[in-house]
Antibody, heavy 119, light 110 residues
Framework: EVHLVESGGGLVQPGGSLRLSCAAS????????MNWVRQAPGKGLEWVSY????????YYADSVKGRFTISRDNAKNSLYLQMNSLRAEDTAVYYC????????????WGQGTLVTVSS | QSVLTQPPSVSAAPGQKVTISCSGS????????VSWYQQLPGTAPKLLIY???KRPSGIPDRFSGSKSGTSATLGITGLQTGDEADYHC???????????FGGGTKLTVL
């Protein structure tokens, strides 16, 4: 069974940094592209970043470009999101999601981790 | 402001049918496949429809998707109280080189 478990969220001051992790199990992690998607309180989904299986292609939303870095360690079955220069508007639940093989759809999602940026 | 436009809310009675629209442009819906996600209260999103109209294994055929031009539609028949959730459409935007979502539609089953 596919499992994605996010961790690393918490309270951070504006301008601070946080590193999110997503532990994957139940599938061949190294064969799948992965994503981060966030959801601010009471708002819709916002895509954050996408990384291909071999890390050869990476994309970011304009709202996080230059501040966030996505990466993965296929040996550890793990996805990461390094978040720097955090702003109040980055406050959200962050989900990692697996990209469905052959399609640009997210077929499995983690339970999410809450990031709160506040002084 | 979301790139894709969805109605904030829709409602219908149990057993009835409802449709949820998702409007975009030629750079997103018009030239890319659309997905739909169901998000039950307090939970993570779940894939309902991919490739405009395909259902993943385990999704009942009460859920259907369609696309015409720069708009997509999610249909739900035989509404159940358990269908009360937020529904999100999403696709790739070729101009932005980004995944884009609608603002989400809250379905109430009266």
């Amino acid at each position: 069974e596919v499992h994605l478990v996010e961790s690393g969220g918490g309270l951070v001051q504006p301008g601070g940094s946080l590193r999110l992790s997503c532990a994957a199990s139940g599938f061949t992690f190294s064969s799948y592209s992965m994503n981060w998607v966030r959801q601010a309180p009471g708002k819709g989904l916002e895509w954050v970043s996408y990384i291909t299986s071999s890390s050869s292609n990476i994309y970011y939303a304009d709202s996080v470009k230059g501040r966030f870095t996505i990466s993965r360690d296929n040996a550890k079955n793990s996805l990461y999101l390094q978040m720097n220069s955090l702003r109040a508007e980055d406050t959200a639940v962050y989900y990692c999601g697996r990209v469905m093989s052959g399609y640009l759809s997210f077929d499995y999602w983690g339970q999410g981790t809450l990031v709160t940026v506040s002084s | 402001q979301s790139v894709l436009t969805q109605p904030p809310s829709v409602s219908a009675a149990p057993g009835q049918k409802v449709t949820i629209s998702c409007s975009g442009s030629s750079s997103n819906i018009g030239n890319n496949y659309v997905s739909w996600y169901q998000q039950l209260p307090g939970t993570a999103p779940k894939l309902l429809i991919y490739d405009n109209n395909k259902r993943p294994s385990g999704i009942p055929d009460r859920f259907s998707g369609s696309k015409s031009g720069t708009s997509a539609t999610l249909g739900i028949t035989g509404l159940q109280t358990g269908d009360e959730a937020d529904y999100h459409c999403g696709t790739w935007d070729s101009s932005l080189s980004a995944v884009v979502f609608g603002g989400g539609t809250k379905l109430t089953v009266l």
